[in-house]
């Protein structure tokens, strides 16, 4: 439109003299109007129809579901508006719907006005490039009205309020009982905490020996994996103080490269839980500030993560020692982010999470099993990497079972794609070793050779088993469950120290005079949890005594070979020399939050105490709530 048209409409069609809606007088409206031919007059009456059609059939008053006086939301401006957090994907679906939304105005109209120029006679004699102009303005116009309404539901969306807590046991009730095995848990929790309190407050791990601290994310993180551990065990002045460094001391605003998978179950993982069991929303604020940071990891072309992130720049990329991410790392993070979005009513973390299933879920696989290694670039798993239950495959099975839990077991693929995979692990894993016929879960190298090897990391599947068997999974789960942890429990019983080593091959060969082989790199302990936290879930599901047995023989084994009176416990060196296990000087934040809380959990009488079909634990050992739907 020109400018001397600015404030009018103006319309030339051609063949027709132009004339100007602005002229002052009724008079020379009138005279001018005369002047026109009738089919002139008709185009004119035609068009202004069309206009008003449109306008009526699309503006949102007229709408049955419009509101007018709701708030717009623009797409594209910038800051913090929430419609710029939502995944890629909804903002990539409102651009395919405009376009497609557009499509059909234009046709629409076309039509209109094709059908009554034929009924009033008028052919090609138009200039149709000032009517498409004109018609295209009219369709933009009640577009914007459309894409305002689609707006207005993204933001809708985005304000749902979180599901609140369901705070129904009182873990600081001064009545609460211990008996003498949990007190000796508590002691050693204690004694770790004091001396990390000590020597080594506010930083990521401590040094026990050297009295040391290390940095790893920089986030106070044997700290925050253990705000629910001092809740569990009822621990009123150590959870002050972590509410304290979680208020004052806490933050996440690091120039500092971070492990997407680490951080969330321990870190986002122990936030999560800390709100459930408290309701305490400086936590869910805490969680979401580092959930934010957490979310460009997904920016990769295949949407699978990248492995790393720095949690101020926001720059996400692959490991620096390879192009790979973990497949456990990527699919090992879904129940938090689910649990956030939860809580905060926003589905952003879902979405990109379950876009990483739902991309895993279809790779193809060896009866449900996975090779190690995925590609975040191409999406793809490496078909010729190792499949295992260790290291890094181990919780992508964990997650499965416990992600349909989650769910409320209303999600039945992450079922399904469970049993396949106990299924494949059956067919193409499990063996028994020589002489004790023990059975275990090996590995096949490059997706084909089976190696008779087993990581201490493969012994929670012994508990995973049991639980998916007391969550109505077949019988012989369990029965499977149970040979795996006595295996993982000789595991301990058979070295000179009573400590499970690392990494274990076991014995083939009739014959053979014992079941387990342990090379010299493999003899350390990491102080790691698995085979406690199968005890736990064996002994909730079946009562048997023996299970806190074995557990109680473990935690003595601990205390006798990698305690350090006043300084707690450190990983140790050697577990075959029960002289001199020599220490690693290292206490990982995972033996407070998962080895001695599952310890904790196994010797406690109280059926309240977080009931496995009310929470679910992730595999950091943070429990989190079971929802009645997905
Ligand atoms: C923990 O961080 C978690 O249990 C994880 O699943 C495996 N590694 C350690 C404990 O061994």
Redesign the pocket.
């Known amino acids: 439109m020109s400018s001397k048209h600015r404030d009018g409409v103006s319309i030339n069609l051609g063949f027709v003299p132009e004339f100007d809606y602005k002229s002052s007088s009724s008079q020379s409206w009138t005279r001018s109007w005369r002047r026109l031919s009738s089919l002139q007059r008709t185009i004119i009456v035609l068009f202004v129809c069309i206009v008003a059609l449109c306008f009526f059939y699309f503006h949102p008053t007229f709408q049955s579901n419009g509101s007018k006086s709701a708030k717009m939301v623009p797409i594209n401006v910038p800051g913090d508006n929430p419609v710029n957090n939502l995944p890629h994907d909804s903002v990539r679906e409102m651009e395919i719907e405009k376009a497609h939304k557009l499509e059909e105005l234009k046709e629409k109209a076309q039509k209109q006005l094709e059908n009554m120029m034929k009924q009033h006679g008028v052919k090609d004699d138009v200039d149709e490039d000032k009517v498409a102009d004109e018609k295209n303005k009219v369709e933009e116009n009640n577009f914007e009205n459309t894409n305002k309404e689609k707006e207005k539901d993204v933001e809708k969306k985005v304000d749902m309020e979180g599901v609140k807590p369901e705070l129904e046991y009182d873990f600081f009730d001064a009545n609460r009982k211990h008996n003498d095995r949990q007190k000796a848990v508590i002691e050693a929790f204690k004694e770790c905490w004091s001396a990390y309190k000590k020597y080594a407050w506010g930083h990521d791990e401590f040094h026990p020996v050297s009295k040391k601290h290390s940095e790893w994310f920089g986030v106070g993180l044997t700290i925050v994996d253990n705000i629910d551990t001092t809740i569990i065990m009822g621990l009123e002045e150590e959870y002050e103080e972590a509410r304290e460094f979680a208020t004052n001391g806490l933050s996440f605003d690091k120039d500092k490269d971070v492990n997407l998978f680490?951080i969330t179950?321990?870190v986002l993982g122990g936030l999560l839980s800390a709100y459930h069991l408290t309701g305490d929303e400086l936590f869910k604020t805490r969680a979401k500030d580092l959930g934010d940071r957490l979310l460009p990891c997904f920016n990769s072309p295949s949407r699978v993560p990248y492995s790393d992130v720095n949690l101020r720049s926001g720059n996400a990329h692959a490991p620096r020692w390879g192009p790979d991410s973990s497949t456990?790392e990527v699919t090992?993070i879904q129940i938090e982010f689910r649990d956030l979005s939860r809580i905060t009513g926003d589905p952003k973390y879902k979405e990109a999470v379950d876009e990483v299933y739902t991309h895993v879920h279809d790779e193809p696989k060896k009866d449900g099993l996975v090779p190690i290694f995925i590609n975040a670039q191409s999406g793809k798993l490496r078909n010729s990497g190792t499949i295992s239950f260790g290291a890094r495959g181990?919780?992508y099975y964990?997650y499965l079972l416990k992600q349909w839990l989650q769910t409320g077991k209303t999600e039945m693929k992450y079922k399904n794609d469970y049993l396949e995979a106990v299924q494949g692990m059956k067919t193409h894993l499990v063996r028994k070793s020589e002489p004790s016929k023990l059975t275990y879960i090996g590995e096949l190298l490059s997706g084909r050779n089976f190696s008779p090897k087993m990581d201490?990391?493969v012994c929670?599947m012994g508990g995973t088993l049991a639980l998916g068997y007391k969550n109505g999974l077949p019988e012989d789960h369990l029965e499977l469950g149970k040979e795996l942890t006595h295996t993982c429990y000789q595991m301990y019983a058979k070295m000179p120290t009573h400590l499970s080593p690392e990494i274990v091959y076991f014995n083939q060969a009739e014959g053979a005079p014992d079941d387990l082989i342990v090379k010299p790199l493999d003899a350390h302990n990491?102080l790691?949890?698995?085979t406690v936290?199968s005890l736990f879930y064996l002994y909730r599901i079946t009562k048997d005594e023996k299970y806190r047995d074995w557990g109680w023989k473990i935690f003595l084994a601990f205390k006798k070979h990698a305690r350090i009176e006043g300084l707690g416990y450190s990983s140790i060196n050697n577990v075959k020399n029960a002289g001199n296990p020599s220490f690693r000087d290292k206490l990982?934040?995972?033996f407070l939050?998962?080895t001695l809380k599952y310890l904790y959990l196994l010797f406690s009488d109280d059926a309240d105490l977080l009931p496995l079909d009310q929470y679910v634990f992730n595999?950091?050992?943070h429990p989190l709530p079971i929802y009645k739907s997905a």
């Open positions: 680490e179950i321990r456990s090992t181990d919780s964990e201490h990391l929670f990491l790691r949890p698995e936290e990982e934040s995972f939050a998962e595999t950091e050992g």
